[in-house]
């Protein structure tokens, strides 16, 4: 029988040398991620995911029963972790310039849109999503849907205190998003090479602000170039 230790802080030290149920968790969708994002879906390997990490297949299966849902649960971190930064407005912005305040939002959700390891997500989930529809609206309820609810407060706020005309502020936060993603969003999807990525995302960012509060601002303060 192994014998406890009479010294508190040595078991302290076992017990918090022993990984979590959330850590081996973690560490899992860690792995995966990697495994999805270099072979794709139909190509990735438990048995290699599990290798990987240290344990058996049967470790992984207990906490994920499937690949699919694995997958999901890689997506479902990913929205979380990448997109609620970029919805989540400072303290004191909804008070500040509006346009100056979309300019940076609608920068850093381009350039997260832009990020490689986004685009090869976005192709990934397209590519499953015939064949799992469950991902794909996982996806967009976790991804885009919170933060297009975040955006619509943010634009109803607006609306109250005057910076922006009176309408539905889904439908003005729906298409400032598309406004957002636009035409280098479609060519890095579809392999076109730009010269210049940051010049355009610069460009096309005050394109989409001038473009917004043409059609909802309420005056012609903070519309850029």
Known sequence: MQKTSSDPQANDCRAAAKPSSDDRRAA??????EAFLRDGFA????????????????TLY????????????????ECRDRFAPVFAFEVGESQGDLGEVLRRFARRF???????DMIAFYRLIIAESARFPEIGQATYQ?????????????????MARGALRP??????ARQFLELCSGELHRKRLYGIAVA???????????NTVSTFLAAFGADDAGRGD
């Open 43 to 58: 190509a990735a390997s438990m048995s290699e995911i599990a290798a990987t990490i240290g344990g058996s297949k049967a």
């Open 62 to 77: 207990s906490y994920f029963p499937s690949k699919r849902e694995l997958f999901a649960a890689v997506i479902e971190r």
């Open 196 to 206: 210049d990525v940051d010049a355009d995302a610069d460009r096309q960012t005050r």
């Open 167 to 172: 309408a539905d502020p889904t439908v003005a």
């Open 28 to 33: 899992m969708l860690a792995v995966a991620r």
């Open 110 to 116: 381009l350039d997260l849109l832009l990020a490689d």
């Open 142 to 158: 976790i991804g885009v849907q919170h933060g297009l609810n975040r955006l619509s407060e943010y634009f109803a706020a607006a």
